[in-house]
C-alpha cells in the first residue's frame, strides 16, 4: 500500500480545523436574538393554546353540570307536584336523560316480579310501544337484561345488533334494533331498599359507546325516576290510610249516633205511643162517669166507654212490643199489611187534630193494592209522624186553603207507595238533603229524630223514604216499599 506523505497529512487536518473554526464561528447578536424571540413566541402560543383548550373544556362540563342541575331541578319539582300520575315525570326524566347523554331513545320498564312492564318512553316508534305493552318483556340468563337483573349493575352494549340476544332472536332486543334501529344501549337497574323496581334504558341509533359520565348521569336520572316512583307509592298507601281512617272514623259517629238514636228514639216512641192510648184511657173513663152520674145511669153507654178503656189498655201495653220489634231483630213480628187499610186507620186515628186545626184530606187509595210484609205497629209509626208532621208544618199557615193529600199506589211491578203531601211552608233547600239524619230538625222544639226513625224503619222494610217540595208550596213525603213475597225476601236478604 501507498504510504501517503506528511505533506499531504498535514493539508487534510487544515482543512478540517478550518471548518470547524467556521461552525463554531459566533452569529452576530441581531440573529441571535431573532432566533430567542421566535422560540419564546412558539412556547408562549403553545401555553396560550394550552389554556384556552383547558378553559373550554372546564366551560363545557360547568355548562353540563349547569343544564343537568337544571333538568334535576325540574324533575323534582315535578315529582313533588304529582298527584299519582307519574308519565308526565317520566317523559321529563327521559327526555333530559336522552339530551344530556347525547341519546336518541329513553324506555323505562316497570318490574313485576316476573317481567318488565313498559310504562314510559322516549323516540320509541308506535311499533315498538305496540309490541312491547302486548308482550311483557321476560328476560333470560342471556339477554342484556337477564344479565343486569343477575349483577345489579348497568349494562352497556356497545353494538347491539352483534349482540348475542339479537343473533339468538330475543324478541325484545331484535324489535329495539329493526323497529327502533337501536345500535348502542344503555341499561342500568332501578333499586330501592335492595328491591328491583324496573330499569332505566337509553340509546343511540349508531354505534357509539357512552362515556364513564354519561353512564353516571343516566344512573342519576334511573335514581331519579325511582323516587317518584317510590314518592307514587307512599302518596297512594297514604290517601289508602287515610280514606280507611275516614271510613273508620264515619263507622264509629254513625255506631255513637245509632246508639244514641236508639236511645233518644226509644224514650221518643214511648213517649208518643203511649200517649195516644192514655189519653183515650182518660177520656173514655171520663165518659163512663158523666153517663153514670145520668139519671137514671146510661149503662150502655158506661159499657162501651168501659170496653174502649180495656181496648186502649191493650193497645198500651202493645207499645213495648211494637219498640222491642223496632230496636230488636228487624224480622219479628211481620205480617201481611194493607196499606190502604194502614193509611185510613191512621187518618182516623188523627182526626181530632186534624179537624180541630180545620184541615182537608184528601185520600186517594188505589184499588186492588198488594199487602205488604212487615211489622204493622213500625210501619204505623212511620204514617203517623209523617201525618203529623204534615199538620205541624200547616199550624205556621196563616192564610190559604191547608190541604192534607193521601196516596197509596203502585210505585213499580214489585213495589207500593204512600205519598204524604201538605200545603205548608215547605222545608228549606239547603236541609232538605240532611232531613233525614239524626238529630236534624226544622221545628223549634223538635228533638230531630222522627224523620231518622221514619228513614230507619223504612229501610228495615227494604223500602225508601224521601222528601221533595211541592207545588205552588208545601212538603211530599214519599215511602216506596217491596210488596208482597218481594218485602219479605229483600227485608231478610
Known sequence: MKRRSNSDGKSVKAGRRGTAARKRRPLPTAARKRRHLRTAVRRRTASVGRRERRDQRLARELDDITEQQRATSAVLRLIGGSSGDLQP????????????????????????????????????????????????????????????????????????AADKTYLGGNPPTVAAVELAGVRT????????EGKLVGSFTVGRLEVRPFTDKQMEIVQDFAAQAVIAVENTRLLTELRQRTD?????????????????????????????????????????????LRFLAHDPPNIEEVRAGLNRTVNDSHRASQVFDNIRALFGKADQGRQAVDLNGLARGVLDGLRGEIEDRG?????????????????????????INLVRNAIEAMDLMTDGRRTLKVRTERSAADKVSVTIEDSGPGIDPSQIKGIFEPFVTTKA?????????????????????????????????????????????????
Open 244 to 288: 280507611e281512617l275516614r271510613r273508620s272514623v264515619g263507622a264509629l259517629q254513625r255506631e255513637r249516633s245509632n246508639r244514641l238514636m236508639n236511645l233518644e228514639a226509644m224514650a221518643a216512641a214511648i213517649s208518643h205511643e203511649v200517649r195516644q192510648p192514655l189519653a183515650s184511657i182518660a177520656a173514655n173513663c171520663s165518659a163512663a
Open 185 to 192: 344501549a344503555l341499561a342500568v337497574p332501578m333499586w330501592t
Open 89 to 160: 315525570v317520566f317523559a321529563s326524566i327521559l327526555a333530559s336523560a336522552v339530551r344530556l347523554c347525547d341519546a336518541h331513545t329513553g324506555v323505562i320498564n316497570r318490574w313485576d316480579g316476573e317481567a318488565l312492564q313498559l310504562i314510559a318512553t322516549h323516540n320509541m316508534p308506535p311499533a315498538y310501544v305496540e309490541l312491547r305493552k302486548r308482550s311483557p318483556y321476560r328476560p333470560d340468563q342471556h339477554s342484556a337484561s337477564g344479565r343486569m337483573l343477575a349483577t345489579r349493575a348497568p349494562i352497556h352494549i356497545a353494538d347491539l
Open 445 to 493: 222544639r223538635g228533638m230531630g229524630l222522627g224523620l231518622a226513625l221514619c228513614r230507619m224503619i223504612v229501610e228495615r222494610h227494604a223500602g225508601q223514604l224521601s222528601a221533595s217540595p211541592a207545588q205552588p208550596r208545601g212538603s211530599i213525603f214519599r215511602v216506596v216499599l217491596p210488596a208482597g213475597r218481594n218485602a219479605a225476601t229483600d227485608a231478610t236478604g
Open 359 to 383: 184541615i182537608i184530606v184528601e185520600l186517594a187509595s188505589a184499588p186492588d193494592l198488594p199487602p205488604i210484609i212487615g211489622h204493622r205497629g213500625q210501619l204505623q209509626e212511620v204514617l
